[in-house]
């Protein structure tokens, strides 16, 4: 099975950003979005259905 994750280094709720990685998981930072910006972001989500046509 795989995984991934998305992280962005200005979250307020999953703190602190050493927690997000993973292991064995594809780790992809987002940039400096919210925590719930991540869920709407247009990058996150093509980067989501990247991931899962892989």
Do not use: Q, T
């Not at 995984?3 to 999953?14: F, G, M, R, T």
């Not at 993973?22 to 989500?45: F, P, R, Y």
């Not at 093509?46 to 892989?54: I, K």
């Amino acid at each position: 099975m795989r995984y991934a994750a998305w992280w962005s280094n200005c979250d307020e709720v999953i703190n602190p950003d050493s927690s997000v990685p993973l292991a064995g998981a594809v780790d992809n930072g987002a940039g400096c979005l919210k925590h719930n910006e991540l869920l709407g972001d247009d990058a996150v989500s093509r980067g989501v259905r990247a991931f899962l046509r892989s």
